[in-house]
């Protein structure tokens, strides 16, 4: 249940907003919510009340609500949770993955202790790609394994992850349930290392639906290709990671010769 507006809104945005006079109708909105969470008044994780009640109480459009909370989204104060609703965003809810470890995203988010799942999108045997026989190096008659997820981690929606992998290292795509690093470890498949390109991109509809933002928000596109022991590819995986929530981390090391010099 949504708090009480008169709890977080002042006065002349409950019933009149048009009449306060200070300035555009979404800028008044957005400071008074603002304002709202920076009190307490919407604690950390709390769910803000629906757009359609925030309206009806203010006498203004649902545009407008929209727009202020659109604001608080871009500043991270409020997140989105596709199926869920708005809520106060969590100070610690911004995701940090270093880059130096090669670990799946179920292992790095159970180290932080957050609850994880995932919907799946796809998951089967096909015929590869162009693409995909490029990647992994096999034949056209040679079937991959597709894993499509939309992967969650304390139910808000973190990252869509496409990975392929030879039917040779992946025979039977249902028997991933959770982590796919897991089954392969099983399988003695599992790899050790990995090569991966990060780069800036805008979400396009579909994916930024899935992933609880707007379209054309920032996102993450990573590519990546892992590694077995003996040097053949493992895996091949193309992820898109929402930019308002994840963070990657890496530690560099300056030479000694380097460091001489300085």
């Known amino acids: 249940m949504s708090k009480n507006l008169s709890a977080i809104l002042p006065r002349n945005l409950l019933g009149n907003a048009s009449a306060s006079g200070a300035g555009p109708l979404y800028v008044q909105l957005r400071n008074a919510l603002e304002a709202a969470i920076r009190a307490g008044h919407l604690a950390d994780g709390e769910a803000l009340p629906p757009e359609r009640e925030i309206a009806e109480s203010a006498n203004i459009s649902r545009v407008t609500v929209r727009k202020a ?129 990060i780069s800036a991109c805008n979400l396009k509809k579909e994916d930024a639906e899935l992933l609880g933002v707007r379209e054309g928000d920032a996102g993450l596109a990573i590519e990546r290709l892992s590694y077995l022991a003996s040097g053949h590819v493992a895996e091949y995986t193309c992820s898109l990671y929402r930019g308002d929530a994840y963070d990657f981390v890496a530690e560099l090391t300056i030479p000694v010769t380097e460091q001489r010099q300085q």
Request: glycine share 8%.
């Open 69 to 197: 909370v659109d604001e608080l989204v871009k500043a991270g104060l409020l997140v989105r949770r596709q199926g869920s609703g708005t809520f106060v965003a969590n100070p610690g809810e911004r995701v940090q993955q270093s880059l130096s470890m090669l670990t799946s995203f179920t292992e790095d988010m159970a180290r932080r202790g957050f609850e994880t799942r995932s919907i799946w999108l796809e998951r089967g045997l096909f015929f590869p790609s162009p693409e995909e026989m490029i990647k992994l190096g096999v034949a056209s008659h040679v079937k991959v394994a597709r894993l499509g997820r939309l992967r969650m981690a304390n139910q808000v929606p973190m990252a869509i992850e496409r990975a392929s992998l030879s039917s040779e290292i992946l025979p039977d795509p249902d028997a991933v349930k959770t982590s796919l690093y897991e089954e392969l470890g099983r399988t003695g498949f599992r790899p050790v290392r990995a090569v991966q390109r």
